[in-house]
């Protein structure tokens, strides 16, 4: 399996045969084998990506100016939260007062 890093250049073909540059957000799940990629932030089979020849000759990372770079931080650090905030709910799930009540019970 191919594994991607964030920030690589690649290009990604769709199901329709289509394809396009984009980059990477976070690197390739090893658990899943998906890569979450800048195009309408995708989460996509290694196969459906290539790394983009420009990453080849050392232009790896795809934004050329500074607010290109900040945009990206942006956009990572949003998914970023948004995941935390999954993980979270999640947790707080699992520990509702009937559980611990359980819990209690089985101690």
């Known amino acids: 399996m191919n594994t991607y890093k964030e920030n690589d250049l690649v290009i990604y073909t769709d199901s329709e045969g289509n394809r396009i540059d984009t980059f990477v957000i ?3 799940d090893t658990k899943t084998g998906l890569t979450h990629i800048n195009h309408f932030n995708l989460k996509v089979k290694t196969g459906d990506l290539v790394m983009h020849p420009r990453a080849a000759k050392g232009n790896a ?3 050329a100016d500074m ?3 900040n945009l990206f931080q942006q956009l990572k650090d949003k998914f970023t939260q948004r995941d935390q905030v999954k993980k ?3 947790a707080l ?3 509702t007062p009937n559980t611990r009540a359980l819990l ?3 101690s």
Request: aromatic share 16%; hydrophobic share 50%; charged share 10%.
């Open 26 to 28: 976070f690197d390739t």
């Open 93 to 95: 799930v699992l520990y």
């Open 88 to 90: 979270t709910s999640q």
């Open 61 to 63: 990372i795809p934004m």
């Open 67 to 69: 607010l290109s770079f």
């Open 104 to 106: 209690a019970k089985a």
